[in-house]
């Protein structure tokens, strides 16, 4: 895929993010959305990767958290401009449960994972952040999905994963597990290999060669 985010597009939408100008961004996603830019250009190369570059800003101090914190705010909400374009597409008797494991804040990039289900055409139900693992399974057992998704963006909660993911394949032996976060950059993936049925997914490509593993 080509994509149609040119360098002066991003640096318009990371400068308009850092300084929290809300109508600048809307206007920008807008004006691609109107132009029928694909959903998976949009969000990896302007929101993903405009994050990832405000993230490590963030972490060698050249911003506040607060100055992250609502360029986190603003992105979210240009994903509400893209709904249109993901609840367009033909459904399909498929369903995935996306969360945040427990004291996991970073919800974007599993809000992104739940909008990408939307799009190939399944029920995206996403929880959100920090979600307790007790009401997880309720709803889980509940709704019954195809596929659970845990998302973790911080290395020091990866053992709320594996404890997770531990009790889920327990009272849930055949439920199809996706993992995935920044935290896996600095290791945890053997948990694929420790339980079974539990798949890393590096990005959108993997997440969508799984989906489609899952349809077939």
């Known amino acids: 895929m080509v994509s149609k985010i040119s360098e002066e597009i991003f640096t318009s939408f990371q400068k308009d993010l ?31 990767r405009a994050m990832y570059n405000i993230g490590r800003l963030w972490e060698y101090n050249k911003i506040s958290v607060a100055v992250e914190h609502l360029a986190t705010s603003i992105t979210l909400q240009m994903l509400n401009l893209v709904y249109p374009v993901l609840f367009s597409a ?7 449960v996306i969360a945040c494991v427990a004291n996991e804040y970073h919800q974007l990039g599993s809000q992104m994972v739940s909008d990408i289900f939307e799009l190939n055409g399944w029920n995206g139900y996403y929880l959100g952040s920090n979600t307790p ?7 889980v057992d509940t709704k019954k999905p195809d596929i659970l998704g845990l998302s973790i963006a911080i290395y ?13 394949r327990r009272e849930f032996p055949g439920l199809f ?6 935290a896996f950059l600095w290791g945890g993936r053997e948990i694929t290999t420790e339980f079974s049925d539990v798949h890393y ?14 349809e077939n």
């Open 177 to 182: 597990i996706l993992v995935g976060g920044q």
């Open 133 to 139: 693992l007790d009401d997880l399974l309720k709803y």
């Open 18 to 48: 850092l300084a929290g100008d809300r109508r600048q961004c809307s206007m920008l996603v807008e004006k691609l959305l109107s132009g029928k830019i694909d959903v998976r250009d949009l969000y990896l190369n302007l929101f993903q």
């Open 90 to 96: 033909e459904k399909k008797n498929k369903s995935a």
């Open 201 to 214: 997914a590096a990005g959108f490509e993997d997440l969508e060669n799984l989906i489609r593993q899952q």
């Open 156 to 168: 020091f909660n990866m053992q709320n994963l594996w404890k997770t993911v531990e009790v889920v």
